[in-house]
């Protein structure tokens, strides 16, 4: 398996501009999460889905901040209109609940850097 | 969610054994300790984890008190890629529809040094 796929690996745009992060989860995994980065905050949760789903949104920062999972091999987070502040590096995991289990182990992609100026 | 103390940096010697300490005093019982790492410029990566038992894979060792207050993860020979900081994370177990959530501390920057 290729694992998690995120695009773009590397974003730079101006303040005001539309963002949209990509990532393709591990085929069969049922949870897909996105996480955010920075020195300050350290790594934070921003969204998990279920079976393409949103279960907890708590972890978006402001209206600014979209994510939807049309399938379940598709994700987008979309950040209209980018702030300087919103710069970080920005993570998509994936897991698998365990088939009569109670635990699982997420699997964390490559991650976007995102820049905006 | 409990809450972990971990140092924020070791040093280990290349070869010998690294030895990552996390209190987790107010850990519940049906919390599991998870152990994540995150080499530079990477995406988080799975070590390990355990409920009561001591456990071990092929990339480490986890050892649990008796009372679960506190955790060790012991990497056997530690070479240079083991250069990272990890994270020791505790959760409930996931029910159905819920859980998942992994919320990540500070962690402890290892250098393992030649």
């Known amino acids: 398996d290729a694992g998690v796929i995120q695009s773009p690996r590397h974003e730079v745009t101006e303040m005001g501009q539309e963002v949209t992060l990509r990532c393709k989860p591990i085929?069969?995994?049922?949870?897909l999460f996105w996480y955010r980065q920075t020195m300050m905050r350290g790594l934070e949760l921003l969204i998990y889905?279920?079976?393409?789903?949103?279960?907890?949104d708590s972890g978006m920062p402001e209206d600014r901040f979209s994510a939807k999972m049309p399938n379940a091999s598709f994700s987008t987070l979309k950040i209209q209109p980018s702030e300087p502040r919103d710069s970080a590096v920005y993570f998509c995991?994936?897991?698998?609940?365990?088939?009569?289990?109670?635990?699982?182990?997420?699997?964390f992609g490559p991650g976007t850097r995102l820049t905006v100026l | 969610d409990a809450k972990t103390t971990q140092p924020p940096s070791m040093d280990c010697a290349e070869g010998r054994a690294a030895n990552l300490p996390c209190n987790h005093s107010t850990i519940s019982g049906n919390e599991y300790v998870y152990w994540y790492r995150q080499i530079h410029s990477q995406g988080p990566q799975y070590i390990i984890h355990?409920?009561?038992n001591n456990e071990t894979n092929e990339m480490a060792s986890l050892i649990i008190t008796e009372d679960r207050k506190s955790s060790t993860l012991i990497l056997p020979h530690a070479t240079l890629r083991d250069t990272a900081v990890y994270y020791c994370i505790v959760r409930p177990n996931m029910i159905y529809n819920q859980g998942g959530k992994l919320i990540f501390g500070q962690g402890t920057e290892l250098s393992v040094k030649p």
């Open positions: 995991a994936s897991s698998s609940r365990l088939a009569g289990g109670s635990t699982d182990t997420q699997y």
């Open positions: 355990g409920l009561k």
């Open positions: 085929s069969g995994h049922d949870y």
């Open positions: 889905f279920n079976n393409n789903v949103p279960i907890d």
